[in-house]
């Protein structure tokens, strides 16, 4: 399952000058369609989804689809709409970046990486999750109000959280060694840092002003605990502030491709379709067939390990990349020349929305970024139907 680390390409967008012709670059993952395909066909749309404030300067792309997912079923197995949910029935996208950090928790490198899987979060609130914090409880406006007016991040959070993460750096291996049991070792830690103390409760007012508290936050052994513990209070954990998979116990996380090679999954033959198939790899015509057997279902799907780099031949990518499929359809010019688009709803906020066609993109070339890799769709799936599904 491949573990996306966004931290270069947000870098990448959020620094683009405010006077350029356009907000966002191109990525060949996503290119809408050309205007002479006018002719439309097989709409498949998922439109009974919350609204998720996007990743920021944060690289948790993954767990923003995540909580579109999940927050979904719960709209669907309701009977209600997600467009009028509240904050408090939302799944919070940092209440679902603390469980995915098996690839770094055992290490001590300060490294500024947050990446992990949406996959991972469906599993986690599917099968193990006691419920989740919920966007009420854990959001820019409750834990860094300063920052809470850009859904889409910009220049100043982004450095903000280049500053959060140079503290962090600078100050965790001190933090490691200072003696817990020495009140006057723990007072001398927190006066010596008092600047970056003042830094941080300025930019997170709920941290404690208090010494023992202090270190405790220098201590976390990743950059990731460290800035979960900023952005989800101890009290998100409380019942009352929780958001639950109302289906948990009914559903399976789906995946598609399954490892091995497998192609039982919705939409699939179960056999080999001519295309140069790997064990462990899909390919185009299946993955349109799942996804569109999907949708059907009015459920969405992640979408993950989409390359963003620009050149990726005979190399591993560096820049991946989560997103939400919500929508299918057929596009034809007047020469009766078509191709498939789908919907994807991505977590750099509503800018990259409306300036890109909506999340309208052409399939082919979003699909392709994958390269077909296994587990590279994911979704929630009636336990009924689990028979025709690798679940996991």
Known sequence: MKRVNTLAILAFILLIPPEASAQYPSFAAFTPPSK???????????????????????????????????TAENCLKLHEDC???????????YGLVKPFGEEDSRSHEPLADEGGSAINALNYAAYDAFGNPSLECSSKDKTMPDFATSDDGGIREYTMWNQVYNIYKNLTNTAQKTDFNCQACIEDFFN????????????????????????RLMREPTYRDFVVKLTVPIKCHRVANKVWLENAGKVDV???????????????S??????NKKPGHGNYKEAIAVI???????RPLVLEGICLDKNTKGKKCLVLHTV??????????????????????????????????????????????????????????DKAQAGQEDSR
Not at 83 to 93: G, L, M, Q, V
Not at 192 to 215: A, M, Y
Request: charged residues 20%; contains cysteine.
């Open 270 to 275: 179960g056999k080999e379709t001519g295309q």
């Open 192 to 215: 010596t840092h008092q600047t970056e103390f003042s830094t941080l409760k300025k930019i997170f007012p709920n941290i404690k002003e208090q010494s023992v508290s202090f270190l």
């Open 36 to 70: 002479e395909y006018v002719v439309q066909s097989d709409l498949i749309e998922v439109t009974n989804l919350p609204k998720v404030p996007a990743q920021g300067g944060r690289g948790i792309c993954y767990a923003a689809s995540a909580a579109v997912v999940l």
């Open 292 to 298: 569109k057997t999907v949708l059907n279902s009015g």
């Open 324 to 381: 939400v499929i919500s929508g299918s359809k057929t596009l034809c010019d007047k020469k009766n020349q078509c191709l498939d688009v789908l919907k994807v709803i991505n977590s750099w906020g509503d800018s990259w929305q409306k300036e890109v066609n909506d999340g309208w993109v052409q399939a082919k070339p979003l699909l392709d970024s994958t390269h077909y890799a296994e587990y590279m769709m994911g979704w929630l799936s």
């Open 83 to 93: 467009t009028r949910y509240t904050p408090d029935k939302i799944f919070s996208p």
């Open 254 to 268: 789906a995946v598609y491709p399954p490892a091995g090679g497998d192609t039982t999954t919705p939409g699939s």
